[in-house]
């Protein structure tokens, strides 16, 4: 095997990682550059200090920094992590339909551990810290209001007005004292609590009102029109959340410092 000092421009060249031949021709330092650096006084110690940048041992930098010869080593962590925020989200919701908000949830925190995983690939210079956590956060967020609003959203996408029959209410002790909850009669002659009992119907046994309800009986009805659905706090938070998980892993995508042909390596002449 041959020396340090017996080989040549061309062998250091091989040497490289295909990521690295490829920047040092983008930058205008290819092979043939090289060999023209070699030939003068010191050349191959100027070639091998270049070449030092861009060999897989001399780069301290681990994929998500914003330097290095392959700039897509700092794209592909961020958009792992917005891919894992996305993915949770929507197992969250989609499992709702099955399981219900408390374990729908729990799904939900679930995928976040693969957020976690994801947020700590990233790089921390440039911002990259708060960025990362933010992005965790708004993901946290989201799930915890979106589950609880799942059931909401759902009828105001597929629920149908119907006009109900009020009927004698239920029972539960909650926090030491006795809730009244609202049942209604649907035309079909079955009897459902409804979703999010706004009002105490012990006094409207009998009475007639309209409700929003899912065709596919997933849902508990909606006590009310489908007007005084949505427009909530909770949709607010969500839909902010939703935008700091997409628009924070973009930023630092975009606001990442690039290189370009005047960045090069110390020792380089033009």
């Known amino acids: 095997m041959a020396s340090e000092d017996e080989r040549t421009v061309d062998d250091l060249f091989a040497e490289l990682p295909e990521d690295g031949r490829r920047t040092l021709e983008e930058i205008g330092m290819g092979l043939p550059e090289l060999r023209r650096i070699s030939v003068g006084d010191g050349g191959m110690r100027r ?35 917005l891919l894992a925020g996305v993915a949770g989200f929507v197992l969250c919701e989609l499992s709702t339909l099955v399981l219900g908000t408390g374990l729908s949830l729990l799904v939900g925190v679930l995928g976040g551990v693969g957020v976690i995983f994801a947020a700590l690939g990233t790089r ?27 059931q909401e959203w759902y009828l105001q996408l597929r629920g149908v007005e ?41 006094d409207r046994i009998g009475a007639t009102s309209t409700a929003v309800v899912d065709p596919s009986g997933r849902f ?46 110390s020792g380089m002449t033009a």
């Open 124 to 150: 921390e210079s440039h911002g990259g810290l708060v960025l990362r956590w933010l992005t965790v956060a708004a993901y946290f967020v989201l799930i915890l209001v979106a589950s609880y609003s799942a």
């Open 47 to 81: 070639v091998r200090g270049i070449l030092s940048e861009f060999t897989a041992e001399a780069d301290p930098r681990r994929p998500g920094d914003d330097e290095g010869p392959a700039e897509r080593t700092a794209v592909w962590p961020w958009l792992r992590l």
């Open 162 to 202: 119907q006009t109900v029959t009020i009927t004698v209410p239920s029972h539960q002790w909650a926090h030491g004292s006795r809730q009244t909850h609202c049942r209604v009669r649907l035309p079909d002659g079955t009897v459902h609590q409804v979703f999010r009992n706004r009002e105490d119907c012990a």
């Open 220 to 265: 508990r009805p909606f006590l009310g029109p489908e007007s005084d659905l949505g427009d909530t706090v909770e949709t607010v938070v969500s839909l902010a959340a939703g935008a700091v998980l997409v628009l924070a892993p973009a930023g630092a995508v975009i606001g990442r410092p690039r290189r370009n042909r005047d960045d090069r390596p």
